[in-house]
């Protein structure tokens, strides 16, 4: 056998012996321990960019569920319950208890749907804002050192592949909120 089919035939390499291994094995960053890196980083990243805002959060016996809610009506105000449950894909009564901390806490106003009156429209109160304000700064410090250390190139890559790390209802929702924000209902006083 020639140096030149033996190197064909090689694992990672184009070759018959190829076929049988995983997608993507010849590829260098989509071997094994580089997935297992990338996996690595993932759960350290979440934990030291969860890190600040559970500190604030604990202080006032809230969580990190809390911290969602909060994070996504400030970005959606009039959000309903049922659009927000379809974000964070928890259970009704999941979100219950959340909300009701929320609006008992007076974060959180409900108010019912201008065309549908059994709807509820969710917005953040301005004890709400603050607080979602607090939270964002304190990870926007965090985003922003590692959007700099890593350089303006790497932004749109990393956005890239955290798209590729979500489903398809996750990346639908960016692509509809994008550029959009929704403005507060209007409503008769």
Request: charged share 30%; with cysteine.
């Amino acid at each position: 056998m020639s140096s030149a089919s033996a190197e064909a035939r090689r694992p990672g390499r184009p070759g018959l012996e190829a076929k049988s291994q995983p997608a993507g094995a010849g590829l260098l960053y989509l071997r094994e321990e580089e997935i297992r890196l990338a996996q690595d980083l993932l759960f350290f990243a979440y934990r030291d960019f969860t890190n600040a805002a559970d500190v604030i959060l604990d202080e006032l016996g809230l969580g990190r569920a809390h911290h969602r809610a909060l994070h996504f009506i400030g970005r959606n105000p009039g959000i309903t319950v049922s659009e927000l449950l379809g974000i964070l894909k928890i259970t009704k009564q999941s979100l219950a208890r959340v909300l009701s901390t929320l609006v008992d806490r007076g974060l959180v106003a409900q108010a019912p749907g201008l065309d549908d009156r059994r709807q509820r429209l969710l917005t953040l109160t301005p004890a709400g804002q603050g607080l979602e304000r607090r939270l964002f700064e304190c990870q926007r410090e965090r985003l922003v050192a590692a959007y700099r250390e890593a350089g303006p190139a790497c932004v749109e890559g990393f956005r890239r592949v955290m798209r590729g790390v979500m489903d398809r209802s996750a990346r639908a929702y960016l692509e509809e909120s994008a550029g959009r924000r929704r403005e507060p209902p209007l409503r008769d006083a």
